[in-house]
């Protein structure tokens, strides 16, 4: 059976952010810090950050899911994301959509001509966009989130992977018995 798109269930905040660390690795393969982003929330002329490392933590770990307008838009100009990325529901949940919006003035025009349109019209445009994309050697679709990087999910050479909770408790468990 397949999904339709009533049955997909939308992002959570946490998985939104973690999505968006995972776009933004440096060179090395690593991600932003909780720190790193609640450094980056300071405003021009502040000492302070907007954001502490602590309340970072609380909305990337999910025991702070409900932020309040302020900390999403810091937060959105930390990983300079559009704001609604981070909003809940599902119509929410595109951000390659929304980048597109938020630094395109001419598809917020397009969006707007849409407006009044038969479906078919929208689909019929929507072939021609993709007829474009194939003659400039893009894919004729884009994911809702890019993909990250290649290489992005793979372990780093010298730093060992992160233990599950089981494997860690079964090395502590070994370890007391002295195997």
């Known amino acids: 059976m397949t999904e339709t798109p009533d049955q997909v269930q939308p992002l959570s905040l946490s998985a939104k952010l973690l999505a968006l660390l995972r776009l933004r690795r440096d060179p090395d393969g690593f991600t932003p810090s909780a720190r790193d982003i609640a450094l980056a929330t300071t405003q021009p002329g ?55 919006y938020r630094e395109r003035p001419e598809a917020r025009q397009a969006l707007r001509l849409m407006q009044g349109l038969e479906v078919q019209d929208i689909l019929e445009i929507c072939t021609i966009l993709r007829k474009a994309r194939r003659r400039a ?43």
């Open 137 to 179: 050697g893009l894919p004729e679709d884009v994911p809702a989130i890019p993909t990250p990087p290649p290489g992005v999910d793979q372990p780093r050479e010298g730093r060992p992977r992160r233990l599950s909770l089981n494997e860690a408790a079964e090395r502590a468990a070994d370890d007391l018995e002295g195997r």
């Open 46 to 100: 502040q000492r302070k950050p907007f954001l502490s490392h602590g309340q970072v933590n609380g909305l990337l770990n999910g025991t702070s899911s409900n932020p309040t307008s302020a900390t999403t838009t810091a937060l959105a100009q930390a990983l300079d994301t559009p704001s609604a990325f981070l909003l809940p529901g599902r119509e929410w949940d595109d951000l390659a959509a929304l980048t597109v």
